[in-house]
């Protein structure tokens, strides 16, 4: 089946820091993937949908300037967590479709903000 | 807005009983619902889909049935195993909503040996 993997799977880092979370299509291409947050025993909140070649469409609430979203190429978006703080700690999962809406998930990114 | 629920959030059952788990949807104009599995530390796990115009899906040892009229999903588990033992996810999409996924708050499924 189709395969989404995520880099790194896990990152701690300083208040203050930026952390950078790549989330790749291995076998097809995604001209859109999404990104999501979760928090411990909550569910998957989407927090933006990011688009090859053009920006990123950002759900409500959610801050453009904080997490900065692109899309290289066909197979590759990054998420960036700018000046990150601890309220930014979370897992964050990309998701990718194979077809026009079967979306298929990353492992997920635990970022732990110190 | 739209919202994807669940009735119940923590679901107890004897291995080799049958699971059943429930979801409520809001969006009328959602015609894509699917079932994940996410296990402690990974991300969700594909189950089951069903579109719109389908009431009823059948997989291996997966049930999922869809009721429009109250806007009602359901994932049913047959015979399930410790290995099911997991968080469930219903989410929907929409055509009309560029095909994002919104996820539904979840329902832990814990098996008992």
């Known amino acids: 089946g189709a395969v989404v993997s995520q880099h790194p799977s896990w990152v701690i880092c300083k208040s203050g820091t930026s952390v950078k979370i790549e989330c790749r299509s291995l076998d097809f291409q995604a001209t859109t993937m999404f990104w999501y947050r979760q928090f411990p025993k909550k569910s998957l909140m989407l927090m933006a949908t990011?688009?090859?070649?053009?920006?990123?469409?950002?759900e409500q609430g959610v801050e453009k300037d904080k997490f900065l979203i692109n899309h290289a190429s066909l197979t590759l978006s990054t998420l960036t967590v700018t000046s990150a703080h601890p309220e930014d700690s979370s897992f964050y999962i990309c998701?990718?479709?194979?077809?026009?809406?079967?979306?298929?998930f990353g492992p997920g990114t635990r970022l732990t903000v110190l | 807005g739209e919202s994807v629920g669940l009735h119940l959030p923590t679901l107890s059952v004897q291995e080799g009983d049958n699971s059943i788990i429930n979801c409520a949807y809001s969006?009328?104009?959602?015609?894509?619902f699917i079932w994940y599995k996410q296990e402690s530390g990974k991300g969700p796990q594909f189950i089951i889909d069903?579109?719109?115009?389908?009431d009823k899906r059948q997989g291996q040892r997966v049930t999922v049935l869809l009721n429009k009229t109250v806007k009602h999903l359901s994932l049913q588990i047959a015979a399930t195993q410790p290995g099911d033992s997991a968080v469930y996810f219903c989410a929907e999409s929409a055509n009309t909503g560029g095909f994002k996924t919104i996820f539904g708050a979840g329902t832990r499924l814990f098996v008992k040996a």
């Open positions: 969006n009328s104009a959602s015609d894509y």
């Open positions: 998701s990718a479709p194979l077809r026009t809406d079967t979306q298929y």
């Open positions: 990011s688009n090859e070649g053009s920006k990123a469409t950002y």
């Open positions: 069903i579109r719109s115009n389908m």
